[in-house]
């Protein structure tokens, strides 16, 4: 019984669904079902009801190409429109004209994204079924186009809605994608379907990370973990800024190497005509913090009937050149409208230019380069997303797109289920209030300007500092609070006032050489509740100026771009924006005109409040194993960086003391062997060194200080004569050593030193202290030769109990 619950519910449905739609078919068809020993052909032909013109599911490839290049991965998604869903589905791909009974039948291979939402059928390992039966309305995986000859592909799926199989042999749930020909193998595949849509639209594209540490342990880079700054565009199907099976341009190689979006920004600006807006986001150092420490970097941006595809990038780092990214997103739609919203999770893929394997392999360039990729668990032992079992790569970031405004009269045919702009306009009603009781605040700040002087949407900021929190172990809630906003004059609260969409981006200069003007528009997207007129304006017009001087010494440049995010998050800051040199000066002489503007921008008024701060760490170990050493503590700052630079300490430092390190005998070098003590015959010499510092603390004690060695003179030779005359030098000899130790005495005399003190108290009462004690000299020489006559001092550890 468990084994049959774990099994996909379009397996167990298809089980239940066979047996009754083969009433439906003719004997011959139940006849080769019966003998085929298949399960994958068994599936094809359990096909349910389906209804005519029935388009509530879609199965598509990213980009809607016509045609496949061998080898190439492309991303295929089945998806149904709201309010449809789907609980179990299966996908496959056969070679035109085959019916699946045999495994040559079949073309290409999946690869599984999302392990929580796809696996492979087990009784079909190349069809690709649900993980667990529920509700869902997307799901997506990689498809590898098979080898070349192949010929064409049938993508089919099958749609599981509680107990009725939906398959289609052609309409929305079949692709056909045919190989590419060799005549037009250098030909990038593009989507072909011009757009119907009225108007134009703006859209906000907004970045969440999922990178981190937690979710993909292998290696990880904790210091240098990274996303680069989001490029990407707004342009039409002649134009595409990367794709898989492609090759990186030079722009997306140094995206992908080095995390640098300058040179994709110059590539995407040269195609002025193709490009409508220029998409860019900051970088986020590191790649992933909270959402409430960190908002999810977004830039928006607009379409219109001739550039409704959106593509962007943004480097993995440090990474030899991974990245991720949407191609050619199409955000126009089949009914002549406008998404509303699209949600893409991510994986990394590979741009060809760098071999490397790990997160920091050195610069390996690809010589030659190589066709963009998606990455998979199977490239390397050492890749950061192996898997030796062939598992999906665990997703990297999501990307969520999401219309914010339409401009102009709309023609599609399928009506909106909600104003979406509207609602995004509207302010959130605020919940009741749960700051802890434990959290001690002042009172919020006056709400700040709004940062939009226009009826364009803004928003302003209040602040409240904490002045306590009583139980470290109960977070406090946020001290900044947001509120979308309008210029003057424009509040919805206000019955008679009109709310109004963003202003469209400005129309070309009606001239291109000299000055001409150019206009904007935007539209009234909900008219006064007390039903009187508007009176805003709707339109704007403003001269502009290409190319001041109209003459052969002067250069041809596009109109402005858009101007840029302000630099500042709060208070003044700087704006720029873009042109580019189209044409240089007939003449042969310098383009004088300026291709970069910079002009001053106002953001809310700037709050100085205290840091947030986490509560100190426990002190460290001390940095030495005995004697005097350092040890430190740290703390974090909780606050938002937007907030403000915080001046407070984060580390301290503090001396420690340990016991006494054992401190071993220290000698002098050797001295000289002596003379022999013996003027004939066998006898001894001596050597001997000096100690220069005593063992203290337990150190090694001293060695031997005197060493004596065996020595022979001549042999002494025999009579009375001789034993006198022997004697008597003998005698002279003690009378010289005597004369000289006097002489020594009164000009060394002996060093005398007084016994030694009591040990003094201990410098601390726990944690290791230090006692001293000293032994003085009685009476020290006057002679300045004689320096080795010194005062003594031991020290000791004490009380090295804890505090």
């Not at 009433?23 to 359990?46: H, M, N, Q, V, W």
């Not at 997306?252 to 490009?275: T, Y």
Request: aromatic fraction near 8%.
């Amino acid at each position: 019984m468990g084994a049959h619950l774990l099994q996909p519910l379009a397996l167990r449905l298809l089980a239940l669904t066979f047996p009754l739609v083969a009433k439906g078919f003719p004997d011959e068809t139940l006849e080769k079902a019966a003998k085929s020993e298949g399960y994958c052909s068994r599936i094809l032909r359990a096909q349910g009801t389906r209804r005519e013109g029935y388009n509530e599911f879609s199965l598509r490839v990213e980009g809607d190409p016509e045609f496949y290049k061998p080898g190439n991965s492309y991303r295929v998604t089945l998806s149904a429109a709201t309010p449809a869903y789907f609980r179990g589905f299966t996908l496959i791909a056969l070679k035109e004209g085959k019916e699946g009974d045999k495994e040559e039948d079949h073309a290409g291979s999946f690869q599984i994204i999302d392990e929580e939402e796809t696996q492979f059928m087990s009784n079909c390992p190349v069809a690709v079924t649900e993980s667990t039966p529920r509700r869902r309305t997307r799901i997506q995986v990689f498809w590898t186009a098979p080898p070349s000859g192949t010929g064409c592909v049938i993508l089919k799926a099958s749609i599981v809605q509680k107990r009725i199989i939906y398959f289609q042999d052609e309409g929305s749930l079949t692709k056909k994608i045919c190989e590419q020909d060799s005549a037009s193998e250098g030909v990038t595949d593009k989507p072909i379907l011009d757009c119907c849509a009225c108007g134009t639209a703006k859209y906000r594209l907004t970045f969440y990370g999922n990178w981190s540490e937690k979710t993909h342990p292998k290696d990880f880079p904790r210091r240098t973990n990274h996303w680069s700054a989001i490029i990407g565009s707004s342009h039409s199907k002649n134009y595409i800024l990367w794709e898989y099976g492609g090759y990186a341009s030079e722009g997306v190689k140094q995206v992908a190497e080095l995390g640098s979006p300058v040179k994709m920004e110059e590539e995407i600006r040269q195609q002025s005509d193709e490009v409508l807006t220029v998409i860019k986001a900051k970088a986020q150092w590191p790649a992933w913090q909270p959402l409430n420490v960190r908002a999810a970097p977004s830039a928006e941006f607009s379409v219109d009937r001739h550039r409704h595809l959106m593509s962007f990038l943004t480097m993995l780092g440090p990474s030899p050149d991974w990245n991720v990214g949407l191609s050619a997103e199409d955000l126009c739609t089949k009914d002549c409208g406008w998404v509303q919203k699209v949600v893409q999770d991510l994986i990394p893929w590979d741009a060809g230019t760098d071999s490397g394997v790990t997160y920091e392999s050195p610069n390996k360039p690809t010589v030659p380069q190589e066709k963009i990729r998606p990455l998979t668990s199977l490239d390397h032992p050492q890749s950061p997303f192996y898997d030796p079992e062939g598992g999906s790569i665990k997703l990297v970031a999501r990307v969520v797109i999401e219309r914010i405004a339409r401009k102009g009269e709309q023609c599609n045919i399928v009506p909106d289920n909600i104003d979406d702009i509207v609602a995004d306009l509207a302010p959130e009603e605020k919940e009741e209030d749960d700051t802890p009781e434990t959290c001690i605040y002042s009172n919020w700040s006056p709400w700040s300007a709004c940062s939009s002087s226009t009826c364009e949407k803004g928003k302003r900021m209040r602040q409240r500092m904490l002045k306590a929190q009583l139980d470290l172990s109960v977070p406090c809630p946020d001290t900044q609070d947001f509120q979308p906003c309008m210029g003057p004059g424009c509040s919805d609260e206000d019955g008679s006032t009109c709310m109004m969409s963003d202003w469209i981006t400005w129309s070309p200069c009606s001239v291109s050489c000299g000055m001409g003007t150019r206009s904007r528009e935007r539209y009234v997207k909900q008219f006064p509740e007390d039903g009187s007129m508007c009176k805003v304006p709707t339109e704007e017009t403003e001269k502009c100026v290409v190319n001041e001087e109209c003459s052969p010494s002067s250069c041809l440049v596009t109109e402005w771009g858009e101007w840029d995010e302000c630099s500042a998050s709060c208070g003044t800051g700087m704006k720029r924006r873009h042109r580019m040199i189209k044409m240089t000066p007939a003449d042969g002489s310098m383009c004088k005109a300026e291709t970069t503007e910079a002009e001053k921008c106002m953001m809310p008024e700037c709050h100085t409040i205290p840091c947030l701060l986490s509560p100190w760490s426990e002190w460290s170990d001390c940095s030495v194993t005995c004697g005097k050493g350092m040890r430190t503590r740290q703390r974090m700052l909780k606050s938002a960086a937007e907030l403000g630079d915080c001046n407070e300490e984060l580390e301290q430092a503090e001396k420690c003391m340990l016991p006494e390190c054992p401190i071993d005998c220290e000698l002098t070098e050797w001295s000289q062997w002596s003379e022999c003590n013996t003027s004939c015959g066998k006898g001894h010499m001596i050597r001997t060194r000096m100690i220069k510092i005593e063992p203290q603390f337990g150190g090694a004690a001293c060695p031997e200080t005197v060493q004596r060695a065996k020595c022979r003179v001549r042999k002494c030779l025999r009579g009375a004569g001789m034993e006198k005359r022997r004697w008597k030098e003998a005698r002279e000899k003690r009378r010289s050593e005597q004369a000289k130790k006097n002489l020594d005495s009164e000009q060394y005399p002996v060093c005398r030193l007084k016994p030694w003190t009591a040990w003094t108290e201990c410098s601390t009462l726990c944690g290791g202290g230090i006692q001293e004690r000293y032994m003085l000299v009685k009476k020290r020489s006057k002679s300045t030769q004689f320096s080795s006559c010194k005062d003594k001092k031991e020290l000791r550890a004490c009380n090295v109990h804890p505090c």
